[in-house]
């Protein structure tokens, strides 16, 4: 009796496992313009995504890929950065137990209506009239729309039809919008929408097979506000949209913040929607939640640090994007004071969160200068914490610029950049960065270490001086820098981090706050908060 139980059993786990092994592959559709195709840069990659079961297909609407699929890495049309679809796969790799599809075709600057200005003339219309005389932009011609009909028809005929269980396109993701701000664009675009989600729809369908592509998911998110080429007629039209078809779904990320640029979402803003996409593919029922991500960094930020993102003018009030603060950041102190005005908040980085970054700047800089606050010893308590920045400093010009958390430092450059400018007591790292260009400034990423005994104070921020390497000081501007996104977190025992709370249709603006970095305010939040159109600090 025992061994035919365990004949059962085995034939019920063999049973299972081959049923594992024989689920029909999903295949997600990803296409769009900039912030579809990505132009985050690359030094902002999270260290701890997992995309291992992607397939990834991409074409830039000219670099046709004839069907290939490859493992995810990040790049985009402009080389070396990444976009939100990065997060999606990550919470899909953690969702599945098999390979999964993307077939991604996206290009920057591009729009809808052909009357709008779209980069190369190329243009996502499915207006029968101009689509039916369009080649594809691969081919030469303007289609998008056709350039991705073509990818998508040699990864069927190449590799989708040749698995061995099938496969099954489970959602359109979208993001665009910008590009038809201006002519007949806005007018259009809800006509213009419709008729390109009808037309994705019966072009699946059509190659497939597969019904259910008739009502295929379309998953988009609207324009920031704060965007340069926002304009309110393209978000009614979304919304227009997506109240009138039950199966398109609009996350609303009016009130997100966007890179320096004033176009393109921030690594932040990135993971809040591919969240939101993600929630609503789990409500879809096309993927299960996704396995915890075990954390043991408690983020404390708001709780102990003010002013950690340079929201705040010198006076202590929010500072607009684009207004120029100068003097000492508030929260903040400088030893010793810079001479002259060139520092305080402004817009002028790329890649910054919320709407403000710091910089710092005199000829010629101090021969020792820190930007710095501290955080008392009775808001901490004995342990181990990681402070980190995104930092900028110019190439040839670096000197011994540094993030520091008390003896704790990381230079900004590599160690042979310093052989000369290690200060005694400090205990170095090195974050590796070349040093950066003034056309676009981008902030790379910069962390420490630190363990406090009881009782004692945390002193953090940014040290530089004039002194080169060569032991010479210099006379212009060398060691002046940008800076942003101080985070402090504490090191905890592992916890489980997972995204909460149910999937909308439509998410409202009026019902939610955010941090200034674009993530979810709790209702514990203190600090500044961005929602409902206004900008509150709670205490």
């Not at 597969?210 to 919304?239: C, D, K, N, R």
């Not at 609303?252 to 990135?270: C, I, Q, T, Y």
């Amino acid at each position: 009796m025992k061994y035919h139980l365990c004949a059962i059993l085995s034939a019920v786990m063999l049973t299972i496992a081959g049923n594992a092994q024989e689920r029909v592959a999903p295949v997600f559709i990803v296409c769009g313009q900039s912030n579809s195709d990505g132009c985050i840069p690359l030094s902002d990659y999270p260290t701890d995504m997992h995309t291992d079961l992607c397939r990834y297909s991409y074409d830039d609407g000219s670099h046709f890929r004839n069907g290939q699929f490859e493992d995810y890495r990040p790049y985009s049309w402009r080389g070396d950065e990444f976009g939100y679809d990065a997060f999606v796969y990550d919470y899909l790799s953690r969702s599945y137990d098999e390979p999964f599809y993307v077939v991604k075709v996206t290009a920057a600057g591009t729009a809808i209506d052909p009357s709008a200005e779209s980069y190369n003339n190329w243009y996502w219309s499915c207006n029968p009239d101009w689509y039916d005389a369009q080649t594809a932009t691969s081919l030469g011609g303007k289609s998008l729309m056709k350039s991705f009909e073509r990818a998508f028809n040699a990864c069927r005929s190449q590799t989708l039809q040749a698995l061995k269980n099938g496969y099954d396109v489970k959602a359109i993701l979208w993001h665009q919008g910008e590009s038809d701000y201006h002519a007949n664009g806005p007018a259009n675009y809800y006509d213009n929408l419709k008729a390109l989600i009808a037309h994705m729809r019966q072009f699946v369908y059509q190659q497939t097979g597969q019904t259910s592509a008739l009502s295929l998911p379309f998953i988009l998110g609207t324009v920031p506000h704060v965007g340069m080429l926002y304009h309110p007629t393209v978000e009614a039209a979304q919304h227009r949209v997506a109240d009138e078809d039950a199966n398109v779904f609009l996350v609303d990320l009016s009130e997100m913040p966007l890179m320096g640029d004033g176009f393109h979402f921030g690594v932040e803003v990135a993971r809040y929607f591919a969240d939101e996409v993600s929630r609503q593919l789990v409500a879809l029922g096309i993927c299960d939640e996704a396995k915890p991500v075990e954390s043991n960094l408690q983020d404390i930020t708001d709780d102990v640090l003010v002013n950690a993102n340079f929201e705040l003018a010198t006076d202590g009030q929010v500072n607009p994007r684009g207004n120029i603060s100068r003097g000492c950041p508030y929260g903040w102190t400088m030893e010793p004071m810079l001479s002259g005005q060139s520092f305080g908040i402004n817009k002028d980085a790329q890649n910054f969160a919320g709407n403000n970054v710091c910089w710092m700047n005199c000829t010629p800089m101090p021969q020792d200068f820190a930007l710095s606050q501290t955080v008392s010893a009775d808001k901490l308590g004995a342990g181990t914490y990681i402070v980190s920045c995104k930092l900028w400093v110019e190439e040839n010009k670096k000197t011994n610029c540094r993030l520091f958390a008390n003896n704790q430092v990381q230079y900004y450059g590599y160690e042979s950049d310093y052989t000369n400018l290690l200060t005694d007591g400090e205990e170095a790292t090195y974050a590796g960065f070349a040093g950066g260009n003034t056309s676009p400034f981008i902030l790379r990423p910069l962390q420490v270490q630190v363990t406090l005994a009881d009782g004692e104070d945390l002193s953090l921020g940014i040290k530089t001086s004039c002194r080169r390497n060569n032991g010479s000081n210099s006379t212009d501007n060398s060691g002046w820098f940008k800076v942003d996104n101080f985070h402090l977190c504490k090191v905890t025992e592992p916890v489980h981090c997972s995204i909460q709370g149910p999937a909308a249709k439509v998410v409202p603006a009026n019902d939610r706050w955010y941090t200034v970095d674009g993530r979810r305010a709790q209702p514990h939040q203190r600090g500044l908060l961005l929602g409902n159109g206004q900008k509150v600090i709670k205490k």
